[in-house]
């Protein structure tokens, strides 16, 4: 891809092809995830978004019949070489779902149960300050700070995933994937989500699975467009959506399919 | 226009209509009566078995019948020892088959492969939990007794005889439990680098936890009225002092029961009573245990 990048991409993925059982869901996808950018992966459902954004975590490893194949890399480790703990792996690679899943336990919980079993914090003060800190940079901790004991599953869906989100952000990630976080989410909810990810920009890597254009063309400053579980297009987000290089690509974002 | 396009609004007041109604609400109160009366007559039966035992076993139940042991004057009998060694018993099966059953419950369901071995391991468990109870205690008494040589009589062998029946109980409960833990929960604790045995202990086992006490509640209950593998095992002996130990001889609630209704003197139908009321009692703390446990520990979504 001919972009201008300042800095190397966070994340390489390299002729990856990801099966369930025979079936390929996706085939032959070499990309790169920049550090300083938001990228969108869009493209008709089952086209196999979830299933790719799933091998950079390696999420995928917990379903019985789906196999990856290729290369992905992480600052240039490979995330399926011998020498990456997965379960570091998935600490480096938050993941934010489409359907918020808080524990059911009290808000601090949910946060501070990353920092807990990595260890993070030498005490109780130090937990604190990191739950706090979570809950700040995931735009929460002034609803919720005076109630951090009450179940996370009390409060409202596009709280339980900003709860979520700072969930992830707790263990202090370097790549956040999110699959369509917005997707269970009334309109006022998903606005803060997406201020939120531009707040989180260039702290974070950000990938951002979406089937909303709009959100898509809104949040992200790279876009991917996947059909059949090919990556057909990839680019700067304003190029995709205004001069699409591909016919494919033009018939999705113009309505034509989708 | 065509009667199926017409724009009139419906007439609710029509005799079709409303025999419709009536005969719908005839329904609805047919259905409550049958409902009532299935419920009457296994409230009925309860509430004679509890009345009846109630009226005859009442006087029988004083200090020295609730402290003593088993005698061949029904003046004198006692259900401490039954009661003791009933409770011995318990210990051991519990002790055996809860782990191991959770155990096996948690590999089955977050472990184990899909494959034909556990094909086959499922259908095996699945079995055994209807093996009728005869079945267990002659495998314990050709296992522990004729292999191992454990003593006879002993608590420590009729808790294992039990254990391995309520084992396959527990490991049904256990998985159905498991099953029922949202899948969303462990995708969460995996997504911020829980390790598999973390989610299942912080996450999976907490959340499933009521069902599974349930289950080996109602498990243990069954057990504890078991007769049938205890009298395989001998535990079915005049003991006429409580177990001391595990290796004691010894004999249990339901086989004392067993015993002293066989008897002739008049006396130990009296008894007889007063012993089921004991064994009821027994059973009526441990199933609201059971349910004092799912209420405290469910979790609410
Ligand atoms: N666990 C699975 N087992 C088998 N096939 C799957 C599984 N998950 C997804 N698929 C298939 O893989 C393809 C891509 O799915 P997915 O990645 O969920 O698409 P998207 O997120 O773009 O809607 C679909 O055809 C879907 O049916
Ligand atoms: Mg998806």
């Given at each position: ?258 | ?87 011995l018993?318990?210990?051991v ?51 522990f007794?004729?292999?191992?040589h454990l003593p006879r009589s002993a608590p420590l062998v009729g808790g294992l ?82 177990p001391q130990g595990f290796t004691d001889p010894a ?51």
């Amino acid at each position: 891809m001919d972009m201008e990048t300042t800095l190397a991409p966070k994340m390489t993925a390299a002729n990856v092809n990801v099966f369930y059982g025979d079936k390929r869901a996706i085939e032959d996808v070499s990309i790169d995830v920049s550090r300083e950018h938001v990228t969108a992966f869009i493209g008709p459902s089952g086209c196999g978004k979830s299933t790719f954004l799933r091998t950079l975590n390696r999420m995928n490893d917990t379903i019985a019949n789906a196999r990856v194949e290729g290369l992905i890399e992480l600052d240039g480790e490979d995330i399926y070489g011998p020498a990456m703990e997965v379960e570091q792996l998935r600490a480096r690679v938050g993941m934010v779902f489409q359907k918020p899943n808080p524990f059911p336990k009290s808000i601090y919980e949910n946060v501070a149960y990353g920092p807990r079993i990595h260890g993070f914090a030498a005490g109780k003060v130090e937990l604190d300050a990191m739950v706090e800190r979570a809950l700040v940079r995931a735009g929460l901790w002034e609803e919720v700070k005076d109630r951090l004991s009450e179940s996370g599953t009390a409060l409202s869906g596009g709280q339980q995933q900003r709860l979520c989100i700072a969930r992830a952000i707790a263990v202090d990630p370097e790549v956040i994937l999110m699959d369509e976080p917005c997707s269970a989410l009334d309109p006022i909810a998903t606005a803060k989500i997406e201020e939120l990810i531009h707040e989180l920009r260039g702290r974070y890597a950000i990938v951002i699975v979406t089937h909303n254009m709009q959100q898509a063309a809104r949040v992200s400053q790279r876009t991917a467009f996947f059909h059949l579980g090919v990556l057909v297009e990839y680019g700067e987000t304003t190029e995709i959506f205004t001069n699409p290089r591909q016919k494919r690509t033009e018939d999705y974002i113009t309505g034509r399919y989708g | 226009m065509s009667d199926a396009l017409r724009i009139d609004p419906t007439d609710w007041r029509t005799d079709t209509m409303r025999r419709r109604i009536r005969a719908r609400y005839a329904a609805e109160r047919r259905f409550r009566l049958a409902g009532l009366a299935a419920i009457l007559i296994s409230v009925g039966f309860l509430a004679f078995l509890l009345i009846t035992m109630f009226v005859n076993g009442i006087g029988g139940l004083d200090w020295t019948f609730l402290t003593g042991s088993d005698a061949t004057d029904p003046d004198r009998v006692g259900i401490w020892g039954a009661f003791k060694g009933s409770l011995l018993t318990m210990l051991v099966t519990i002790a055996l088959a809860f782990p191991i059953g959770v155990l096996s419950a948690v590999y089955l369901e977050e472990y184990a492969p899909r494959n034909r071995w556990t094909d086959v391991i499922e259908v095996s468990i699945n079995n055994l939990a209807a093996v009728p109870s005869i079945i267990f205690g002659l495998l314990g008494l050709a296992v522990f007794l004729n292999t191992m040589h454990l003593p006879r009589s002993a608590p420590l062998v009729g808790g294992l005889t039990l254990a391995l029946m309520t084992m396959p109980v527990i490991v049904i409960a256990g998985r159905n439990a498991i099953k029922s833990v949202p899948p969303s929960i462990r995708d969460a604790a995996l997504g911020v680098g829980a390790s598999r045995i973390q989610v299942v202990f912080h996450h999976v086992l907490p959340l499933a936890l009521p069902g599974i006490l349930t289950g080996t509640i109602i498990g243990m209950a069954r057990a504890l009225g078991e007769t049938a593998p205890l009298l395989m095992i001998g535990m079915r002996a005049f003991i006429a002092s409580p177990p001391q130990g595990f290796t004691d001889p010894a004999t249990a609630l339901p086989v004392q029961i067993f015993l002293w209704s066989d008897e002739v003197s008049r006396g130990f139908v009296e008894k007889t009573s007063a012993a089921i009321i004991v064994l009821l009692a027994f059973m009526l703390v441990m199933n609201g245990l059971a349910i004092y446990l799912r209420n405290r520990f469910e979790t609410r979504w």
